[in-house]
């Protein structure tokens, strides 16, 4: 499954207990009418990979859901596995330059007679 919208907070690598267990939170915020923020976790070597994102972002988020139960209590975790930008990656060409033309100056001048007859004059 995949997750779409802008990276809202990135949290710090957390260990946990003698075995070195790494885990690591993102929260995206969708992009949707009612805009959801997600927590995503990222564990042991997958950590690293948001080292190159930062908050405000937009991503698009690989997931597994796991699920796990505790005193009888279950628990949904959303663990990510891969990220990558959605954004722009370059902004965009600036526009050309344009020179400024120069004051617009007739040709010939034009008679009282023809200007009567010109509409738009």
């Not at 190159?52 to 663990?79: F, H, P, S, T, W």
Request: proline share 7%.
């Amino acid at each position: 499954m995949e997750l779409e919208g802008k990276i809202k907070v990135i949290g710090e690598t957390q260990s946990f207990g003698s075995s070195g267990f790494t885990k690591r939170h993102l929260v995206i915020t969708t992009d949707e009418k009612y805009p959801q923020d997600i927590q995503v976790e990222f564990v042991k070597d997958k950590c690293s990979i948001l080292d190159k994102y930062a908050v405000g972002q937009d991503v698009k988020v690989g997931i597994n859901i796991r699920g796990n139960e505790y005193k009888g209590k279950y628990y949904v975790n959303l663990q990510g596995w891969k990220i990558e930008n959605t954004g722009q990656e370059s902004s965009p060409d600036p526009l050309p330059s344009v020179p400024p033309t120069e004051a617009f100056e007739p040709a010939e001048d034009i008679s009282e007679e023809e200007h009567d007859d010109c509409p738009f004059l």
